[in-house]
């Protein structure tokens, strides 16, 4: 096999395909950035509550101190969080690939998904599916970087506010979360950046991105390489300038903590 | 629950860390009276930050009872940001709202907490910032500001929200030596108008020329207390004679 320029040169009468694969791959993970975030905020809070419902045990006097251990460790119980440490195991622990199978033949087999395209070459039934799956897997390894950015704030925070008579909810309003953000939103501009990648698996399922638009080229021109080549151009074209302003953005904002 | 002039009663208060291993605090009596300037002293590790912290429930104890204002907030079913309202507490580390300036350091929880009028605490909070000579740098981020501006300021925050009592966690601890001077003055001046005060601190200085009661704990015990000239002047106990020689 051999790359030549006159293959190149034949691919690029496809430009247009390319072009419609890159707006597909920035819109689906621009939607999967935006709908995981939310997830993942809904997620991180989830891990972060303090519900116990057998939290009065722990107030038992007992001078037995296996049974003090044994009401502790039921006192300590929380279901909310219980549920969404297992969503992010879950996540965490399966492939994408069969993440993203799982939601289109297995959830959307039994949703039936309105069929129109959008712009003309999106199809929706196919491109809802592929962010949805991704915003999924997405949310849930933003989740850890959301409450790693809340708890990244000093606990004296929290100890003045709540000293002042704040609630605990005036407090994550007034106090953490507007420091909180310096910390996470540059760790989800790079998750962006990671979707852009990661979503090229989504041309299993037929969404026309980048990936599917190779795919297309090959089998019209039976041309296997140059293809490929445009690909990783394209990837690559649209990842490093942003997570270089994603940097110097990060740079700004820390210069910013020291006005 | 007792006479008019006490203010907060600590009853049998104790601290246990990994089922009774740890005995931070060690069942603490004590009452504080309204008016006291009381210092608490004592080696490190003593169970005074506990004690201190304890008092607002930053820390919750493992027994104990804290009669504040007639009701045992430790055991009593209280809402604990309105009590913790009457509080004011200063930290070791300042713990300023870095991303808000002076001013809205000050402003925030009278406006969250009690729905103040802006204009008017405002108002009030500029006042006290300039009591305590800081009134130029109301718009200033705590970042600008140095250790000892940054200790006043927060004073002035805890103050903002009229507390009946105040309490110092190590208020100089953090602070280069020559800036300690200006907090204790702004501490000293508090306490001749009267505010009810509890301190724990390393200044014996202060201890011996502001307090009224000086507390020594060791162990998470109350080893001693009395006024300044019975503590430093006529210790009784070994534990007491022993700290004071290492440190005076």
Redesign the interface.
Request: proline share 4%; no cysteine; hydrophobic share 35%.
């Given at each position: 096999m051999t790359i030549s320029m006159a293959n190149m040169g034949k691919i690029l009468t496809y430009g247009n395909m390319f072009g419609q694969g890159l707006i597909v791959t920035v819109l689906l993970a621009a939607c999967t950035v935006f709908f995981g975030f939310f997830l993942a905020f809904a997620l991180a809070l989830m891990l972060l509550s303090d519900v116990r419902p057998f939290r009065h045990l722990e107030k038992i006097?007992t001078d037995n101190?296996n049974v003090?251990?044994r009401n502790d460790f039921i006192a300590r119980f929380n279901p909310v969080k219980l549920i969404a440490s297992a969503y992010v195991q879950f996540v965490r622990c399966t492939p994408m690939l069969v993440q993203v199978f799982l939601v289109y033949y297995v959830v959307f087999g039994f949703v039936a998904l309105p069929k129109f395209t959008i712009f003309g070459f999106i199809q929706f039934e196919r491109f809802f599916p592929a962010a949805f799956a991704l915003a999924l897997n997405s949310g849930g390894y933003m989740s850890a970087v959301i409450r790693g950015g809340i708890e990244g704030v000093?606990k004296?925070?929290t100890?003045?506010?709540?000293?002042?008579?704040?609630?605990k909810g005036?407090t994550m309003y007034?106090?953490i979360f507007?420091?909180a953000v310096k910390n996470i939103l540059p760790a989800v501009a790079n998750e962006f950046v990671t979707i852009i990648k990661e979503s090229s698996i989504c041309y299993t399922i037929g969404v026309q991105d980048i990936m599917f638009n190779v795919k297309s080229v090959q089998s019209a021109t039976f041309i296997v390489a140059e293809p490929l080549i445009m690909a990783t151009l394209l990837y690559f074209c649209l990842c490093f300038p942003t997570s270089k302003i994603i940097e110097h953005v990060e740079r700004r904002m820390r210069q910013s903590?020291?006005? | 629950m007792t006479t008019d002039n006490v203010m907060i009663s600590v009853k049998g208060l104790k601290k246990h860390y990994n089922?009774?291993v740890v005995k931070a605090l060690d069942g603490v009596d004590i009452d504080i009276n309204k008016g006291d300037v009381m210092v608490v002293i004592g080696p490190s590790g003593s169970g005074k930050s506990t004690f201190l912290r304890s008092l607002?429930l930053?820390e919750e104890p493992t027994?104990g009872s804290i009669f504040f204002q007639g009701k045992d907030i430790v055991n009593d079913k209280i809402d604990m940001?309105?009590f913790?309202?009457k509080?004011?507490?200063v930290?070791q580390?300042f713990?300023?709202?870095?991303?808000k300036t002076v001013l809205e350091n000050l402003t925030?929880?009278p406006q969250?907490?009690k729905k103040a009028n802006k204009a008017e605490i405002e108002k009030k909070a500029l006042e006290l910032l300039d009591r305590v000579g800081l009134a130029d740098r109301a718009n200033a981020?705590p970042?600008?500001l140095s250790g000892g501006q940054k200790q006043r300021v927060?004073i002035v925050?805890?103050l903002c929200?009229e507390p009946e009592v105040m309490l110092f966690d190590e208020p100089t601890s953090a602070l280069d030596p020559e800036m300690v001077g200006e907090v204790l003055e702004v501490m000293k001046e508090l306490a001749h108008n009267g505010m009810t005060m509890v301190c724990v601190t390393h200044e014996m200085g202060f201890a011996r020329e502001v307090g009224n009661r000086v507390v020594f704990m060791a162990d998470g015990k109350l080893i001693e207390q009395g006024t300044p000239d019975q503590i430093f002047d006529h210790p009784q106990s070994p534990r007491l004679k022993d700290f004071l020689g290492k440190v005076l």
């Open positions: 006097k101190i003090k251990k000093d004296g925070q100890e003045a506010a709540r000293s002042l008579g704040m609630s005036e007034h106090i507007p420091q903590d020291n006005r | 089922y009774g607002n930053l027994e940001d309105k913790r309202q509080m004011g507490m930290f580390h713990n300023l709202f870095p991303h925030l929880a969250v907490v981020y970042v600008q927060a925050r805890a929200m």
